[in-house]
């Protein structure tokens, strides 16, 4: 390489030095961010957990709203979902506030609302309620105030769940994990935000895509990726995620792999992908 030469990243830009966010001098209000993939499999949940660990570390009020039945991101942050109110009571008001169904994390400035199996029947209790899309829009306007950033999991699928998971959200982010059938499903989602900001929500837009489970060493990776990028351009993110065996390990763990591995490149690929999101704008 030559001596002035900028190394280049997975993307084919280059692969710059993205310095740590500035403290913030006040918190709140909270940008509300719809993680949102129909396909499963696509390292939504890790990307998830681990961004909002990221931010947190970076001094950011987090709070994860874990919006699919199967509970994954509650399950992979240590917190109990059995006998304690959830995202459902909320939905369904037997819960009036939010703060009663929060709960903290083993990790500062990280917190969650939990999810488990009852919210799988929250679509068929909502479907006669007046304005069901924007149940979830009322739950998280009651405390976005005590947040700079919420996340919510969103469970893969395009149902009334993530339909209001989008109407509460100011913006999207896609995990898409680098492989042919993932990429394929992506025109669908798009189409479907464009729906929400359509017809409820005119503020929503897609603040980008993140590429997962990326390994160098296939053809196809790489070339689903280049794809991603031509097709998307300065929407996808710089950060990679790549594949490691650390990801899932920690989830089983229960914790975020900055806790789990700290040494690992999977660690400063979450660290950077916040320090991106800082970056651009995304959040504060």
């Known amino acids: ?7 280049l990243g997975p993307t084919g830009r280059p692969d710059l030095v993205i310095p740590a966010p500035q403290k913030l001098s006040q918190h709140g209000p909270a940008r509300i961010i719809a993680m949102c993939n129909q396909k499963g499999g696509v390292g939504k949940t890790t990307t998830t957990i681990n961004l909002g660990a990221a931010l947190a570390r970076y001094g950011r009020r987090v709070l994860i709203v874990d919006f699919d039945p199967q509970g994954a991101a509650t399950a992979g942050l240590g917190v109990q ?4 109110p ?5 939905m369904l008001s037997k819960v009036k506030d939010p703060r009663e169904v929060i709960q903290h994390t083993d990790t500062n400035h990280l917190d969650v609302i939990p999810a488990n199996i009852d919210l799988s029947a929250a679509e068929v209790h909502l479907v006669t309620e007046v304005a069901r899309e924007q149940i979830l829009a009322g739950v998280l306007r009651k405390i976005s105030s005590e947040y700079d950033v919420i996340l919510i999991d969103c469970q893969p699928s395009l149902g009334l769940l ?3 998971a989008l109407t509460a959200s100011h913006g999207v982010l896609i995990p898409l994990a680098c492989e042919f059938f993932a990429l394929r499903g ?5 189409e479907t935000i464009e729906k929400v900001k359509d017809r409820l ?3 929503i837009e897609l603040d980008g895509i993140i590429a997962t ?4 060493r296939t053809l196809h990776a790489r070339e689903v990726l280049e794809r991603v990028v031509d097709t998307f351009d300065d929407k996808v993110f ?4 790549a594949r490691t065996v650390k990801l899932p390990d920690a989830s089983v763990a229960a914790k975020s792999i900055l806790d789990y591995a700290p040494t690992n490149p999977a660690s400063e690929a979450y660290l950077k992908l916040a320090r991106e999101v800082v970056q651009r704008g995304v959040v504060a």
């Open 238 to 241: 710089d950060t990679v995620i």
């Open 81 to 84: 979902a059995h006998d304690v």
């Open 86 to 90: 959830t995202i459902y009571d909320l």
């Open 162 to 164: 993530t339909v209001n």
């Open 201 to 203: 929500n005119p503020q």
């Open 213 to 216: 489970m990326y390994d160098a």
């Open 1 to 7: 390489m030559a001596k002035n030469q900028v190394a």
């Open 186 to 190: 992506v025109a669908l989602l798009i």
